[in-house]
């Protein structure tokens, strides 16, 4: 079973980018498809942003256009490059693919 974890997180300030990182352990193939969640205090995880077998990306209307996902060559990793980050991005974010466990999650300050 496909093991992910996610790092890169940290805090920055409004307007900055961060690139999150998702990495794979346990499966030969590496990561096919998979999404970024995140999750604010007291809320359920929503997802954010996906990417299918064949590299087509969506993203939740919050992210559009300033976050974007990615794959490594070798499939071991996806990115989540987060450009123009808000405050309201702060949160824990999380990467999945099929049934694969939650990971530890990243978090993500973002100040103003």
């Known amino acids: 079973q496909v093991q992910l974890v996610e790092s890169g997180g940290g805090s920055v300030q409004a307007g900055e980018s961060l690139r999150l990182s998702c990495t794979a352990s346990?499966?030969?193939?590496?990561?096919?498809?998979m999404g970024w969640y995140r999750q604010f205090p007291g809320k359920q995880r929503e997802l954010i942003a996906a990417?299918?077998?064949?590299?087509?990306?969506n993203y939740h209307d919050s992210v559009k256009g300033r976050f974007s996902i990615s794959r490594g060559a070798d499939r071991q990793v996806v990115y989540l490059q987060m450009t123009s980050l808000k405050p309201e991005d702060t949160a824990v974010y999380y990467c999945?693919?099929?049934?694969?466990?939650w990971g530890p999650g990243a978090q993500v300050t973002v100040s103003s």
């Open positions: 999945k693919s099929g049934f694969s466990p």
């Open positions: 346990g499966s030969s193939s590496g990561i096919v498809a």
């Open positions: 990417i299918s077998g064949g590299g087509t990306a």
